[in-house]
């Protein structure tokens, strides 16, 4: 069955920078697209980044345009954030996920890593 | 960016009752809509994807409809597993958005 597991999240100060990383399972990861979304407590989803299944095309939030850079390895089956500059405002819970194919939108969702950026 | 508005923001009902929810496009998203649940402390779930198609294991119960900048998201019979927040999200674009959401409550 598809599994998304995240890791990487923890207490980081503001101003400083952080590296997530999701490891999928049960599907063949190079040909879905993938994405990031966070959560803050007691809020809302908000939609962070995307990547396309090649890795060709990403998308971003503009919250996070020049501070976040999402890629992906398919060799390693591993998709990544890399997120500088943090603020105490990127505090949330962050969810990999997966794009599905044929007119889907996320599919399939990881359990989420919590990223606590400190002042 | 398209915006996402769903109404109401809480729902208190009965079990057994009539459920809809309503969310709009600030601009025309075409069916380019899904919808998610989500319990306290877990990961969405996605419902309905394309507006109106039921995702495969999710209980009849649930429907979707609309096009354009109008949907609603209906369960016919409100069951216990039922209570929980509700998200729309158009995909038509980039950056993806959600709408606030709605949490569904006992009454």
């Known amino acids: 069955q598809v599994q998304l597991v995240e890791s990487g999240g923890g207490v980081v100060q503001s101003g400083r920078s952080l590296r997530l990383s999701c490891a999928p399972s049960?599907?063949?990861?190079?040909?879905?697209?993938m994405h990031w979304v966070r959560q803050a407590a007691g809020k809302g989803l908000e939609w962070v980044t995307g990547?396309?299944?090649?890795?060709?095309?990403?998308y971003y939030a503009e919250f996070v345009k020049g501070r976040f850079t999402i890629s992906r390895d398919n060799s390693k089956n591993t998709l990544y954030v890399q997120m500088n500059s943090l603020r105490a405002e990127d505090t949330a819970v962050y969810y990999c996920?997966?794009?599905?194919?044929?007119?889907?939108?996320?599919?399939?969702w990881g359990q989420g890593t919590l990223v606590t950026v400190s002042s | 960016d398209i915006q996402m508005t769903q109404s109401p923001s809480t729902l208190s009902a009965s079990l057994g009752d009539r459920v809809t929810i309503t969310c709009r496009a600030s601009?025309?998203?075409?069916?380019?809509l899904a919808w998610y649940q989500q319990k306290p402390g877990k990961a969405p779930y996605l419902l309905i994807y394309k507006a109106s198609n039921l995702e495969s294991g999710v209980p009849s119960r649930f429907s979707g409809s609309g096009s354009g900048t109008e949907f609603t998201l209906t369960i016919s019979s409100l069951e216990p597993d039922d209570f929980a927040t509700y998200y729309c999200?158009?995909?038509?674009?980039?950056?993806?958005?959600f709408g606030q959401g709605t949490k569904v409550e006992i009454k």
């Open positions: 601009q025309s998203i075409s069916s380019w």
């Open positions: 990547i396309s299944y090649d890795g060709s095309n990403k």
């Open positions: 999200q158009q995909y038509a674009s980039y950056p993806w958005t």
């Open positions: 049960g599907f063949t990861f190079s040909t879905y697209g």
């Open positions: 996920a997966r794009e599905g194919t044929s007119g889907y939108s996320i599919d399939y």
